[in-house]
Structure formats: C-alpha cells, structure tokens
C-alpha cells in the first residue's frame, strides 16, 4: 500500500482486562471508521488498491470484519470494485462530484433552515467560538487546524437543527466530497470567502432567516463544487 491507513488514525478501544471479546459486527464497524478516516483525511488516495489481507494486518483484525468493512464502505461510495475484483479507493469524476454536491447542498440548506428555528444561544455562542479562532487560523494559513476548527463550526451549526438522521447523512455526503482535500487547494480569495460564508452562516441563524440561510448554503456548496471538479 502507498500509505499506512495507521497514520492519523484513532487509536481503536483495546479489550476489557476480563478479555471479553467484542462482537464481530463492532469490530466491522471499527474497520469501516478506521479506513474511511484514512480515505477522507487523504491518507489513502484515489485509485489506491487496496488490499485485504494488508488492511486486516495493519488493524490487527481477521480478514472477516475487514471485508465487512470495505463492502459497506463501497454501498457509502468511498471504494469500488473493480471488474477484476479487486477494490480501489474511489476517484470522483467531475459529474459525480457534482452529483455529490447537489445532495449535500440539499441536505445542508434543510439543517441550516431547522437551525434558524430551533438552534439555542449555547449552540450560536459555540459556533462563534470557532468561527471566531478559524479566523486567526486563516490569516495564518495554518491549513490543519482550520480543517478542524472548519468541522467544529458546521457540526455546530448543524447539530443544531436537532435531527439526527439527517446529521449522519451530511456527515457521509461532506466526508465524499473530500473536505479535507479540498481545503489544501485553497487560493487566497478562497480563504477569505470561507471567513465571510461562516460569518453569514451565524447571522443567518441569529436573524432566523431562513432564506439568508439558503443563499448562503447554496454559495458554499458552489465554492466547493468548482474547487472539487477543477483541482482535485
């Protein structure tokens, strides 16, 4: 493999001292977080092969859980099968990228709409918070801080529209679209339009402003589209 899925990685639970063994499904379930993080964090990259039997080795796994693992990582989108059987990890054309992006603007625009309805003052103080260190971390272009102040902000934000099912939907759909990457492109008028689009996103929700909220949903996802098809 080109690169360790270890590196960056959680450290998974180790077992109980009175050596219960965990069910097999949670170990699938572990396999399948540690190999997406590696894949959205871009420690394993598109059109990388990857193998089962150095995938168990390196998560210190049987190879059953692991297939588990990358069966139900390629019916979320993040591998492929190839006809010869083998599995890569999926390289996005520009159509599916932008199919991606479509859903996720969906999705987005009706948490950002509940937000303005139901968020609390806790919530819009938390995400000032980050919102107001990510500028700090913007002006001095720290790219891996932002990356995760950028996540705080938009869980919180979120988070706040107090629908579980459709948190984990965007989760999955930001995760495909290669956040993480797509920030390392960032131009300079990138980066100030990311300072801007988080200060609209708060005032959106402050005013309670669902229409502001769409708009500003709307000209995020565009921002990520047109980076994702042209530079990735």
């Known amino acids: 493999m080109q690169n360790s899925i270890q590196d960056g990685i959680p450290n998974r639970p180790q077992p109980t001292r009175s050596g219960a063994t965990p069910r097999r499904g949670n170990y699938a379930q572990d396999a399948q977080e540690e190999i997406r993080q590696a894949i959205v964090s871009g420690k394993l990259r598109p059109n990388q092969r990857l193998v089962e039997s150095e995938l168990a080795r390196e998560l210190e796994m049987s190879r059953t859980p692991v297939r588990e693992a990358v069966k139900l990582l390629e019916m979320q989108g993040y591998v492929t099968k190839l006809p010869s059987g083998g599995v ?118 402050r005013k309670r402003d669902t229409r502001l909220a769409e708009k500003i949903v709307h000209n995020h996802v565009r921002i990520v589209l047109k980076i994702g098809v042209e530079r990735l």
């Open 88 to 205: 890569i990890v999926t390289d996005h054309s520009p159509s599916q990228i932008r199919n991606l992006c479509e859903v996720r603007e969906a999705l987005e625009t009706m948490a950002m709409k509940l937000a303005c309805q139901r968020a609390t003052g806790e919530q819009l103080e938390r995400a000032e918070a980050y919102h107001n260190r990510s500028i700090e971390v913007i002006q001095r272009r720290e790219v891996d801080e932002f990356i995760r102040l950028n996540i705080d902000f938009h869980s919180e934000l979120y988070a706040a529209c107090g629908n579980e099912q459709l948190l984990s939907l965007i989760e999955t759909f930001r995760d495909q679209v290669f956040d993480r990457r797509i920030v390392r492109a960032f131009t300079k008028s990138d980066w100030r339009a990311m300072a801007t689009h988080h200060a609209r996103f708060l005032e959106a929700v």
